[in-house]
């Protein structure tokens, strides 16, 4: 191949590649910033979604999203094909330490396709979904180094790459001026890192940290009420004891009644099993049911969040189980059990599920505050700001 068809074909594949991540960067933007944005024309079902991947952690690094280290990328393999040319700018001189550009191409080439390769192993094996963009650019990446190699060879790349950054660094402006760069670039990183501005989602994560990672509620109470007697504000919490984000979601509840003065948190159940909700077309939670009868009996005694929160904890599996908890709370087991399975007790809950639909609720855990609802678990800071919005105050 030609030097001129090598410049040819990499320019080409570069001019693509930003295309590409720019497109990769606005289904990002919209997916993490826009909540009124239409679905990507490659989020095609569960498994190929690129918006289900943009709104991942796993979409950024130092929280700067993956589609802009593209860019940057496939604009810095461009600016290389046409360095003989723009080190005679004179504001441009400092580019002359760029001496083997196709090298540099050929090697970043090399990286960024083991980089992709580690990120196409994360999304099909932890996310479980596909960005068939991102897949694309992944395949743009080794043709780039590939194109690039051709002459040189990938060892001879890496090697040449080496001693021309070595030779660079000897030059004492230029060694002054790379570290300037370099902590320039650790500020801005730190404070993309620190702020979360381009990264939402690790806000996220890290706000549904505390409460995902507890073992126990270290904010549990005991008795039936979880707040105020007589609140300005009331939380209604729809939840259901085998949903796995119910139990971080019961946690943050229990934390807000802590730190709100004017706030009662009511809880209804919403057990996603057919055993007693209607609206179901298949299981989903085999034995929230039943736990739901046990917390509604426990309320009966007194001890409704003592024994919701270790429903949640514990998570039993059958009515033995269930009944040598309650014992650990003193409950009378006999009045427990009759209570647990009487009419009145399974008319509750299918009352509180009935709410629900009406409503539009179709999932655990929800929240509905001054007939505002939200079904999902909110980042904390956005809950609590909810409730304050609604009238809450802090302690």
Not at 84 to 107: H, Q
Not at 159 to 179: C, H, N, T, V
Not at 205 to 230: D, I, P
Not at 247 to 269: G, P, T, W
Request: proline share 3%; aromatic share 12%.
């Amino acid at each position: 191949m030609t030097v001129d068809k090598k410049k040819l074909t990499i320019s080409i594949l570069s001019i693509i590649g930003i295309i590409t991540t720019i497109k990769l960067a606005i289904i990002y933007y919209n997916a993490n910033f826009n909540p009124y944005a239409l679905s990507s024309f490659c989020s095609v079902n569960d498994f190929i979604d690129c918006d289900g991947i943009a709104k991942t952690t796993e979409s950024q690094f130092f929280g700067i999203p993956l589609a802009y280290w593209g860019m940057f990328l496939y604009a810095f393999i461009f600016l290389m094909l046409f360095v003989d040319k723009l080190k005679n700018i004179r504001f441009l001189k400092f580019l002359e330490v760029f001496k083997n550009p196709y090298s540099y191409i050929a090697a970043l080439g090399v990286i960024s396709f083991t980089i992709s390769m580690i990120l196409l192993c994360l999304s099909l094996f932890e996310i479980k979904k596909l960005c068939v963009l991102c897949a694309f650019t992944y395949l743009l990446n080794l043709l780039i180094g590939m194109v690039a190699a051709r002459g040189i060879g990938f060892k001879e790349a890496f090697k040449q790459s080496f001693i021309d950054f070595r030779d660079a660094l000897k030059i004492k402006p230029y060694a002054i001026a790379f570290g300037i760069v370099m902590i320039i670039a650790a500020s801005f990183l730190t404070y993309t890192s620190v702020s979360y501005v381009f990264a939402p989602q690790l806000k996220k994560q890290k706000e549904f940290k505390e409460f995902t990672k507890a073992k126990k509620n270290k904010y549990a109470v005991s008795g039936n009420l979880l707040g105020v007697e007589n609140p300005t504000v009331e939380l209604h919490a729809y939840t259901d004891y085998r949903c796995p984000m119910c139990f971080a979601y019961n946690i943050m509840i229990h934390k807000l009644a802590k730190e709100m003065k004017n706030v009662k948190i009511i809880h209804h159940n919403m057990p996603l099993d057919t055993e007693c909700n209607k609206y179901l077309r298949r299981e989903f939670h085999q034995g929230s049911c039943m736990m739901a009868k046990y917390a509604i009996a426990a309320e009966k005694q007194g001890k409704f969040w003592d024994m919701n929160n270790l429903l949640f904890e514990k998570q039993p599996n059958t009515e033995k189980e269930i009944l040598e908890l309650a014992q650990k709370l003193n409950l009378d087991l006999n009045k427990l059990q009759d209570d647990a399975n009487s009419l009145d007790t399974m008319h509750k809950i299918q009352a509180d599920i009935d709410e629900a639909s009406s409503m539009g609720i179709n999932g655990t855990p929800s929240t509905v505050i001054n007939g505002k609802s939200h079904v999902g678990m909110k980042p904390y800071s956005e809950l609590k700001q909810w409730v304050t919005d609604e009238g809450g105050i802090e302690k």
